[in-house]
């Protein structure tokens, strides 16, 4: 049953089936010719409980929320205050891309999102700053990444809901793993213009930084909002979403008055789309995890692990292997909802932190949106840059590398994801 499982699903991936659907019919295949004694209806009952979690209620709000800041002058508002700060610095407009994809991640929680609102205002300044073109794509491809792991993240959420884990406690871990994230993405353009010779920009003078901070003011103050609500007990994760989302819309509409009535609605009817994506593959995903269960696949992985004495250390290196692998095909959030049901048993008889192994799966979620051939932000940025695929995939290589570098560190050095949250929540 579990062969023709997976064997279904690659033909159908094959073929170009959207994964939603490749997902969801290949359980059903295998339940309709190996269990003829369960009723089909078992198949629809796991798709609605795969979405029948209270935690998933922030996923579109989320979206709501870094849509409305897309088109409503928040994302620039938050580039043009980064960009007075760093922006006179060697590498000033690599660094101001990146600084900003982490800050647009700490308010979206959406790598496309931020690919979107960040890579097409700063691609045309890169290449008029001198950056090449292979560098400048790579940069605008892969930096929108880092929105995964900075907190709120939509892949968090995900491997919350999968495993029951507290969503608050994996934005925390998330904030150490993602500044890393992004510090070697900041010291690799350093060193690119250091060789390059790239020249620098002038250095904004004390009254434009702070006009550009009094500008962005009401935009940085939604990161502010989110985590300190959750960090001081305020509310919820969940909470926070839909007082992120409402928030995003009072600036958009009524203090930078970019978005009106009629924008409102069509960013609602955009968010709902994505919205609806993302609940079809969780729901898909989580039929197709529940047949591996009745398959025993986590139970005989588990034995085979135990049998061959595979230590913590062992076991999370091939969990990265299996996941980057995973990620040149298919969606981060896909990756975590078939994957997590297995690793997460098999981590807690190893010994391994449950929170740590969410923080690794998002980190490899966030290399996959890049990674050829099917990174989703790969095909995001090409119609923002107009260059071939051909170059974009080139152009990230580099930076593939030192997403796979810091995600040695982020695995191999668990304190930087559980300081925070241990210090919040205590035993976590």
Same mark, same amino acid.
């Given at each position: 049953?579990?062969?023709?499982?997976?064997?279904?699903?690659?033909?159908?991936?094959?073929?170009?089936?959207?994964?939603?659907?490749?997902?969801?019919?290949?359980?059903?295949?295998s339940?309709?010719?190996?269990q003829?004694?369960?009723?089909?209806?078992?198949?629809?009952?796991?798709?609605?409980?795969?979405?029948?979690?209270?935690?998933?209620?922030? *996923?579109?709000?989320? &979206?709501?929320?870094?849509?409305?800041?897309k088109?409503?002058?928040?994302?620039?508002?938050?580039?043009?205050?980064?960009?007075?700060?760093?922006?006179?610095?060697?590498?000033?407009?690599?660094?101001?891309t990146?600084?900003?994809?982490?800050?647009?991640?700490?308010?979206?929680g959406?790598?496309?999102?931020?690919?979107v609102?960040?890579?097409?205002?700063? !691609?045309?300044?890169?290449?008029?700053?001198?950056? $090449?073109?292979?560098? =400048?794509?790579?940069?605008?491809?892969?930096?929108?990444?880092?929105a995964?792991?900075?907190?709120?993240?939509?892949?968090?959420?995900?491997?919350?809901?999968?495993?029951?884990?507290?969503?608050?406690?994996?934005?925390?871990?998330?904030?150490?793993?993602?500044?890393?994230?992004?510090?070697?993405?900041?010291?690799?353009?350093?060193? !690119?213009?250091?060789?390059? @010779?790239?020249?620098?920009?002038?250095?904004?003078?004390?009254?434009?930084?702070?006009?550009?901070?009094?500008?962005?003011?009401?935009?940085?103050? &939604?990161?502010?909002?989110?985590?300190?609500? &959750?960090?001081?007990?305020?509310?919820?994760?969940?909470?926070?979403?839909?007082?992120?989302?409402?928030?995003?819309?009072?600036?958009?509409?009524?203090i930078?008055k970019?978005? $009106?009535? @009629?924008?409102?609605?069509?960013?609602?009817?955009? =968010?709902?789309?994505?919205?609806a994506? *993302?609940?079809?593959?969780?729901?898909?995903?989580?039929?197709f995890?529940?047949?591996?269960?009745i398959?025993?696949?986590?139970?005989?992985?588990? $034995?085979?692990?135990?049998?061959?004495?595979?230590?913590? !250390?062992?076991f999370?290196?091939?969990?990265?292997?299996?996941?980057?692998?995973?990620?040149?095909?298919?969606?981060?959030?896909?990756?975590?909802?078939?994957?997590?049901?297995?690793?997460?048993?098999?981590?807690?008889?190893?010994?391994?932190?449950?929170?740590?192994?969410?923080?690794?799966? *998002?980190?490899?979620?966030a290399?996959?949106?890049?990674?050829?051939?099917?990174?989703?932000?790969?095909?995001?940025?090409?119609?923002?840059?107009?260059?071939k695929?051909?170059?974009?995939?080139?152009?990230?290589?580099?930076?593939?590398?030192?997403?796979?570098?810091?995600?040695?560190?982020?695995?191999?050095?668990?304190?930087?994801?559980?300081?925070?949250?241990?210090?919040? !929540?205590?035993?976590?």
């Amino acid at each position: 049953m579990i062969l023709v499982l997976f064997v279904a699903l690659f033909v159908f991936i094959f073929f170009a089936m959207p994964v939603f659907a490749a997902l969801g019919f290949a359980p059903l295949i295998s339940v309709a010719f190996f269990q003829p004694n369960l009723n089909l209806m078992v198949i629809a009952q796991r798709l609605f409980g795969g979405i029948d979690k209270f935690s998933l209620m922030s *996923v579109p709000f989320f &979206i709501l929320a870094a849509n409305v800041m897309k088109n409503g002058g928040i994302a620039r508002r938050i580039l043009e205050w980064a960009q007075v700060f760093v922006g006179h610095l060697t590498a000033g407009i690599a660094l101001t891309t990146e600084v900003a994809c982490m800050f647009f991640g700490a308010v979206s929680g959406s790598s496309p999102a931020t690919v979107v609102a960040i890579g097409g205002l700063m !691609y045309p300044a890169l290449e008029k700053g001198g950056y $090449d073109m292979n560098f =400048s794509t790579g940069l605008i491809t892969s930096s929108g990444s880092v929105a995964l792991l900075i907190p709120p993240s939509i892949s968090a959420i995900i491997y919350g809901a999968v495993t029951g884990e507290s969503v608050g406690a994996l934005f925390m871990a998330g904030i150490g793993a993602g500044v890393l994230y992004g510090a070697l993405y900041l010291l690799y353009c350093l060193w !690119y213009a250091r060789k390059n @010779k790239i020249p620098r920009d002038r250095k904004a003078t004390w009254n434009e930084r702070w006009k550009a901070t009094k500008s962005a003011a009401w935009a940085l103050g &939604i990161p502010v909002i989110i985590m300190g609500g &959750i960090y001081f007990g305020v509310f919820t994760p969940t909470e926070a979403s839909g007082i992120s989302a409402v928030y995003a819309i009072l600036i958009a509409m009524f203090i930078y008055k970019e978005m $009106d009535f @009629k924008g409102l609605i069509k960013t609602c009817v955009d =968010s709902a789309e994505t919205t609806a994506q *993302v609940m079809m593959l969780l729901a898909a995903a989580s039929a197709f995890g529940w047949v591996l269960t009745i398959g025993r696949v986590p139970q005989a992985l588990a $034995d085979w692990l135990i049998g061959g004495n595979v230590d913590k !250390y062992t076991f999370l290196f091939f969990v990265n292997i299996i996941l980057v692998i995973a990620g040149m095909f298919i969606d981060g959030s896909s990756a975590i909802v078939i994957l997590a049901p297995l690793f997460y048993p098999l981590a807690m008889k190893l010994g391994i932190n449950s929170i740590h192994l969410g923080v690794i799966m *998002v980190a490899n979620a966030a290399i996959g949106m890049f990674t050829p051939p099917f990174g989703l932000n790969l095909f995001v940025a090409q119609p923002l840059t107009g260059k071939k695929m051909g170059d974009i995939i080139k152009g990230v290589i580099p930076f593939v590398v030192i997403s796979l570098a810091a995600l040695m560190i982020i695995t191999y050095w668990p304190p930087l994801s559980l300081a925070l949250p241990k210090l919040i !929540y205590g035993k976590v």
